[in-house]
């Protein structure tokens, strides 16, 4: 299993912009399809969007569909999450996940690594 650690949240006024990272170490990052998730406290986690283990293909959810936009480097073991025109309801826990090796469709991956999750806060 890889180990995942969360980077770059903070806090935004509405419509900032910030770039989450997310770094992978103790597996071969470059097999995983990696997604985002968010959480805020007394909710379910959301799923906020996929890439698959190439790069090639990405899923999200609508209420982030041409505002995120995720993206990976292989070559430095990171996949990130880029989110422009933050909105307050986009204040949550950020958390990356890594799904097994073998699977390749987005919308069915078993996620089974996380990070600890970074603190993103939108001001109004």
């Known amino acids: 299993q890889v180990q995942l650690k969360e980077s770059g949240g903070g806090l935004v006024q509405a419509g900032g912009s910030l770039r989450l990272s997310c770094a992978a170490s103790?597996?071969?990052?470059?097999?995983?399809?990696m997604g985002w998730f968010r959480q805020v406290p007394g909710k379910e986690r959301e799923f906020v969007g996929a890439i698959h283990r190439s790069g090639g293909s990405t899923v999200y959810t609508d209420s982030v569909r041409n505002r995120f936009t995720i993206s990976r480097d292989n070559a430095k073991n990171t996949v990130y999450l880029q989110m422009n025109d933050l909105k307050p309801d986009d204040t949550a826990v950020y958390y990356c996940?890594?799904?097994?090796?073998?699977?390749?469709?987005?919308?069915?991956?078993?996620?089974?690594?996380w990070g600890q999750g970074t603190q993103v806060t939108v001001s109004s």
């Open positions: 996940a890594a799904g097994p090796d073998w699977q390749l469709d987005l919308n069915k991956i078993s996620w089974n690594s």
């Open positions: 103790g597996g071969t990052f470059s097999r995983h399809p």
